[in-house]
């Protein structure tokens, strides 16, 4: 699974619009939001940092839940947007939540499991959970 980072609004028009989970590094405005909705009509989750998450307006909010489409706060840790346009989550971590379960185990300690382990927030592990 990957996770396209998009470091400017200037990136927005050139996105490929099949894109699913789009990582936004900047603070977006809700021509941003509604800009990137419409470029990418496949989107289901829009990552931010926590710090712009308190800036996103009731009304894109709104807009996003009439889309479906899923507001998360969280980070690509450590990834370097010169070298990969995409932020990889891992295949080991995909094939971890396969195995566990297939375990039996909850998707609630499934991912309070994981996110001591990984890179990922909660919010995006319970976005991973319900694609698997």
């Excluded at 909705?37 to 940092?49: A, D, N, S």
């Excluded at 370097?80 to 990889?88: A, L, M, P, T």
Aim: proline share 5%; glycine share 4%; charged share 30%.
């Amino acid at each position: 699974m990957k996770i396209r980072v998009v470091s400017s609004r200037e990136e927005i028009p050139h996105l490929n619009p099949g894109e699913k989970v789009i990582h936004l590094a900047f603070r977006p405005s809700n021509k941003d939001i509604f800009s990137l909705v419409q470029t990418c009509p496949k989107v289901e989750v829009i990552q931010i940092p926590s710090s712009y998450r308190r800036t996103v307006s009731k009304s894109i909010e709104m807009f996003m839940q009439m889309q479906d489409i899923k507001l998360i706060e969280g980070d690509v840790w450590g990834h370097r947007k010169d070298i990969n346009e995409y932020y990889s989550i891992a295949p080991a971590l995909l094939d971890k939540i396969k195995e566990l379960k297939s375990e039996g185990m909850s998707d609630e300690n499934i991912v309070s499991k994981l996110e001591r382990e990984g890179k990922l927030n909660k919010e995006m592990l319970f976005y991973i959970l319900s694609k698997k």
